[in-house]
Structures are given as C-alpha cells and as structure tokens.
C-alpha cells in the first residue's frame, strides 16, 4: 500500500506515486575531509485527489536548505541572465507604470533578475533568506532583505515601504510548503489591482520528458494550472494568465489577482483543458510517469557499468541540484562518474551530496579529455555544448537522459 498525506494547500488526501529513495539535501555539496553525519531524507512524490497539487510527502525544514552557503548562483548562465532581463523590462513596461512604482521579488538570489528593474531606478525589495547570494545582490546595488518571506515579513514589509504593484518570483513559489502563509503575506502586501506573478517547472512537461530529476527536496511542489487556480482561489485570488516558458526544462509562468480584479485570458481555460486531456489530474498519470522514470534509471545504470566494463573514462557535467536525484536514486558514485564538470566556486573542490563524486572546474574537463559525459545540467544543453564544442570534436559524447537514455 502506498502511503498517503493530506495536502500542504488544501488538506486533501495525497497518493504517493513515485519513491526516489534515500535522498541527501540536494545542494549540500560537501567537503572531501568533512566528518559530520550527512543529512538524507526520503523523496516520495504524490498527487492530492482533491485539488491535483503535486508535491513531496515530506518537508525538509528550511534552514537546512537554504543559508549562508546555499551554492546555487542564478547568474551563472548567460541564458538566464537574459531570460530575466527581459522578463524585468516586461514587467517594467506593463505593470510598472504608475508613478513611483515598487517591486518585490521572493527569491531574489544574486539579483539576476532585480539589478535591471534597479538600473531603471524602479524601487525594489529583494527578499532572499540565502545570506551569500543575498549579499551578491546587495554589492550590486540591490535592495535585499535577508529573510525568508512569509506573512509576518511581508506585514513588515508593507509598514516599512507601502504596497507593491508586484509581487514576482522565479524558481521559488515552487521552493515553499507554507503558501498558506506566503499568501496572506501577498494579501497583505500587494496594492489595489497588484499582480502576484511566479514561474516555476511545469509538471506537464516533466511528465512528458520524464524528467524526474526536477524532483528533489527545494521543489517541493511541481505544478499545473489546475493545481495553481485551486490554490489561487483558496487565498482569495484568481489565476489571469499563464505563459510557457523554454526555461529550465519548460515552465509555466502564472499571473495571479485578487478575485474580480482582473478578467482571466483564454490561455487559463486552454491550458487547464489541455491538462485534463493529458490526464494530469490523475493517480493513473502519475503511476504511469514512475514506470517511465525506473525504466530511464534501468538504461542509464545499464550503460554506465557497460562503459565501466569496456574501460571507458565517464564524467558528468554540471553539477545540478537535479542531479543528485539522478546520482542517489540510480546510485551513481565516483566509480562510475569519475568527476562533475561545473563552473560553480561554491561547488569546485566539493563532492556531490550524497553519491561523493568531486567536483571540478571546466579547465579540468578539457584537460581530462574523457570518453563520455553525462549532461545533468540538460537543461543548459545548448550553451553548455556550444561552450564544449571541442569535446565533440576529439571524439567525446554526451550522454542524455531526458527524455530517454542516449549518446550524441
Ligand atoms: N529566482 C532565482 C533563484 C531561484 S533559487 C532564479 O530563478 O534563478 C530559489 C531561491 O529561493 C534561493 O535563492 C532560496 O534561498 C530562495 N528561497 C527559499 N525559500 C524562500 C522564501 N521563503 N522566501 C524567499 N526566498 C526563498
Ligand atoms: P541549474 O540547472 O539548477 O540551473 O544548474 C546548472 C548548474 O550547471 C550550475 O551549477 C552551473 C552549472 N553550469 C556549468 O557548469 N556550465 C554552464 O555553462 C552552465 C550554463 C551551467
Ligand atoms: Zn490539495
């Protein structure tokens, strides 16, 4: 019998459907010489019958997750970098307009996306609890407060500066069990006619590229506009828009108001239609998604310890928070993925939570020369190979998993 829960939203009955295993934190990337007890937990997904939020059957608590040393700096990539800057000139553009317009973004991080709203002059307020990314942002000249938003911050918040005509967040709504809270915080601090606008992985295309690595203990929830539209309603707000976005393996962008404030755009009624077809609402959906992801661990093993026994030199690239999904639930260790290839220095010289592999910079990997390397970071492909094109060149190749197990 699987196990179930009641929903983090709406207290419904939530079906496990899939079990990755034994899981460490997935961006504690550790010191060779470290000697503490590492931190596992166990990554179970389920589905609520009552609103179709996807979501872990277990909570990581916070503090754990995201601290002074949290590794992930969104600015490492220079798609993402231009991603948010178009995204801060939209927002300027259509919602920023009035006079003395004020912006705040939950998950700021290295302020990828602020520091060009900041450039404009736009008043802002960055709220990131990760005190070493916050404190990039700030030396940008930023805005942050070192925090994690909830409904006593946003309540501070909105004493302090006045109502904000947005509220955004990219890779973080997603991050956060308590949106209970987090939505009497919006309450509290959007304006008259404010939009509360988030983009997060989009459960319908995990499904349809099995890319089950978007699972691990930040991404608490993954979800649909079904499940955002029920969860809107329930804290007094409609879902208006949505947007798909070619970021990050495919997200969705929601826009949300105040009920009545704002007429929904046909986009909401497609997109819900089009996950009731694909049966995104269902614990069969679901059950089938988890046959797919074992089978996907079954060839990738498969091919790892067949390039293992042919004496083939095989090292990952990209040192993913995903990836220790992968790693941990296909039990991936340094004997099969000699090292990671990532051009993060918070995670260099480190190991990979969990399944030990080190951690080295790029210069390492062309130096190396390796047979094969597995793209964990698959979404990044593009830049990452056209980075790496002499890696091709001398005869090395990559080897995918999302959608399926290949090598190009
Ligand atoms: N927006 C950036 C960062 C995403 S990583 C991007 O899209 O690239 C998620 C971020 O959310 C981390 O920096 C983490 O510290 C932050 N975070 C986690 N919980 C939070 C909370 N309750 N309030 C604000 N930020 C939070
Ligand atoms: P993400 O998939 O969560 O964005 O993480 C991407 C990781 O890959 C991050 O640790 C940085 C790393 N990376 C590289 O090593 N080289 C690159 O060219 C890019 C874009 C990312
Ligand atoms: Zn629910």
Known sequence: MNATTSCRVCRGPVEEFLDLGRQPLSDAFRLPDADDDEFFYDLRVGLCGSCSMVQLMREVPRERMFHADYPYHSSGSRLMREHFEATAERLA?????????????????????????????IRHLGVEPSAGVARVAAERGIDVRIDFFEEATALDIAATHGPADVIYAANTICHIPYLDSVFRGVD???????VFVFEDPYWGDIVEQVSFDQIYDEHFYLFTARSVQAMARRFGFDLVDVAALPVHGGEIRYSLARIGERTPSGAVAALIATERERGLDRSATARRFAARVHRVRDDLVTLLR???????????YGATAK????????????????????????????????????????????????DYAVLFAWNHAEEIMAQEDGFRAGGGRWIRYVPDVQTV
Not at 331 to 345: A, M, R, Y
């Open 93 to 121: 553009r259509t919602e920023l307009t009035g006079p003395d317009p004020f912006v705040v973004e939950i998950g700021c991080n290295d302020g990828i996306m602020l520091h060009a709203l900041a450039e404009r002059g």
């Open 306 to 316: 067949d390039l293992r026994a042919q004496g083939r030199r095989v090292v990952g």
């Open 323 to 370: 990836s220790a999904t992968v790693a941990n639930f296909c039990g991936l260790g340094p004997d099969l993925i000699t090292f990671v290839s990532d051009t993060t220095p918070a995670k260099q010289g480190r190991l990979t939570p969990g399944s030990h592999i080190p951690v080295v910079g790029p210069g390492d990997f062309r130096t190396a020369r390796p």
């Open 188 to 194: 509290a601090l959007l304006g008259p006619g404010g």
